[in-house]
């Protein structure tokens, strides 16, 4: 069974430009959710899908970050314009219905996002 | 609002000797307790977890941590470090929902023959 798969791993541009991130979730996981770490520090979550519905996004920084999941299956985190504070490791994380029974968050390898 | 502290960027030690890496949680609810590693050019992995019961939980590769309530604590420890051991942990929090999990900053751990 495939994992949590992310594209690209690396990703170099400069300030201004837009950069889009896709995470693929393992098959059937409903849950999907974006994580990001800057610059060696903690990893923080930015937000959490419930199939296509944004079910909390108390994380995004602001308005310059854009989450999409059509269709309930992979999904888009895309960058406009980009920020050099922008700069981290973007990670993809999937499970399914969370609870008791499911308490694991299954990770990809993550994007690294380089802003020059 | 919950955070979690891991004191210890890096920690080097040497191949067979004893570590533990350190993690501290604040939380005004209750929290359940994990482990990930990130192992070089890979994702994140469950390392271990702590849920309910016994406050000593193992994993498969010989890593232990202990819930410590009063010292709202969840130290990882294992009594003899391998190579392959090398990796980054992050001790993590969640609440009873699983929908969010709040992280350290990460411990490196580099084992040397």
């Known amino acids: 069974e495939a994992g949590v798969t992310q594209f690209p791993s690396h990703s170099v541009i400069e300030k201004g430009q837009t950069v889009t991130l896709r995470c693929d979730p393992i098959s059937g996981h409903d849950n999907l959710y974006w994580y990001r770490r800057v610059m060696g520090k903690e990893i923080k979550f930015l937000l959490h899908?419930?199939?296509?519905?944004?079910?909390?996004e108390s994380g995004m920084p602001n308005n310059r970050f854009l989450a999409e999941r059509t269709g309930g299956t992979y999904s888009t985190l895309k960058v406009q314009p980009a920020e050099l504070e922008d700069s981290g490791v973007y990670f993809c994380?999937?499970?399914?219905?969370?609870?008791?029974?499911?308490?694991?968050?299954?990770f990809g390898q993550g994007t690294r996002l380089t802003v020059v | 609002a919950q955070s979690v502290t891991q004191l210890d960027s890096q920690v080097p030690v040497f191949e067979e000797a004893p570590v533990e890496l350190r993690c501290n949680y604040s939380s005004s609810v209750s929290v359940y307790l994990f482990w990930y590693v990130q192992y070089p050019n890979q994702g994140l992995q469950l390392l271990l977890k702590y849920l309910s019961g016994s406050t000593l939980v193992e994993s498969i590769n010989g890593f232990e941590a202990e819930f410590n309530k009063s010292q709202t604590s969840f130290h990882l420890r294992k009594p003899s470090v391998h190579i392959s051991d090398t990796a980054e942990y992050f001790c993590a929090v969640s609440k009873y929902n699983f929908n969010k999990f709040y992280f350290g900053s990460g411990t490196k751990l580099n084992v040397k023959p």
């Open positions: 899908f419930v199939k296509e519905s944004k079910q909390d």
């Open positions: 994380a999937s499970s399914q219905a969370p609870g008791l029974l499911n308490t694991e968050a299954f």
